[in-house]
């Protein structure tokens, strides 16, 4: 099958399409209507979604194709995080895709009432409320789940296994200045994520040596979604393989950094 690599329909399941890499099919699914809304959008913006994490990649400095990857949250060098954007935001939601943009997981904010909803969508309150957010992989089975408690200053983010089991808690620093957070687990500090300028576009994400591990970037999300949505990207691009539980609170942060600071602004 001479056909460049790009989503098909699934032949064992038309309501999804498969990863083809070039030479052969991959494990790779994702919903078939997802991906066609994501196509009209994507072409009326002047590129399909493999050219945009394309671009996203380039723009977080990463240089050419990095080396590795296992097809997992957990496994690939590069991840890109993307907030599905919407006219009006209710809820949270992203798709996470590797660097040659092959759908990996998706991130669902789950347990939102009505009213929280509603406080969401016409109000600047976010603070004030619970976060909950699920990190799914292809299967939609959850890997990690994420909660930011409701605060009136610095926050606190909780990290725990997919099946419930605590892994650890990011916690917020400081308020002014370059924002710092720090990952604890079993009471003990094991690495941190530290902005590199006030308003937190970059980050470096250090083990307990303060040694930079992973570095995440925020991208341009284009001119279009800027105007009509408070959508944001970012690229986590790993530098070496790190072990639990700082690989978790890494795999993390790319949501954390997101839920904790854009949408408490504005």
């Not at 296992?70 to 995080?81: A, I, M, Q, R, Y």
């Not at 590797?98 to 997981?105: C, K, T, W």
């Not at 001119?223 to 795999?251: C, E, G």
Request: with cysteine; charged share 20%.
């Amino acid at each position: 099958m001479n056909t460049a690599p790009g989503w098909y329909p699934d032949n064992a399941d038309p309501r999804f399409v498969r990863w083809w890499d070039g030479v052969q099919w991959t494990p790779h699914l994702q919903p078939r209507q997802e991906q066609s809304d994501a196509h009209h959008t994507e072409l009326q913006m002047g590129g399909t979604g493999q050219d945009r994490v394309a671009q996203q990649v380039q723009r977080a400095g990463v240089q050419g194709v990095v080396s590795g990857g296992g097809g997992t949250l957990f496994s690939e060098p590069v991840l890109v995080v993307n907030q599905k954007a919407k006219l009006i935001e209710m809820s949270n939601s992203y798709v996470i895709y590797d660097q040659h943009a092959r759908h990996l997981g998706t991130v669902e904010q789950v347990g939102q009432s009505g009213a929280a909803k509603a406080l969401r969508a016409f109000t600047k309150m976010d603070s004030m409320l619970d976060v909950r957010l699920e990190i799914r992989d292809l299967q939609g089975m959850p890997q990690l789940r994420v909660t930011r408690p409701a605060t009136m200053w610095k926050s606190k983010v909780v990290v725990e296994r997919g099946d419930g089991l605590p892994i650890g808690e990011i916690v917020q620093e400081n308020v002014f200045g370059k924002v710092r957070f720090a990952y604890v687990c079993n009471g003990m500090q094991i690495g941190g994520i530290y902005a590199e300028n006030w308003r937190a576009w970059n980050f470096s994400l250090q083990d307990h040596t303060g040694t930079e591990v992973a570095r995440i970037t925020k991208t341009w999300q284009g001119f279009s979604k800027a105007m009509f949505s408070t959508a944001d990207n970012y690229v986590v691009q790993f530098h070496r393989p790190v072990p639990d539980p700082l690989l978790s609170m890494i795999v993390a942060s790319g949501v954390t950094v997101d839920t904790v600071l854009s949408q408490n602004q504005g």
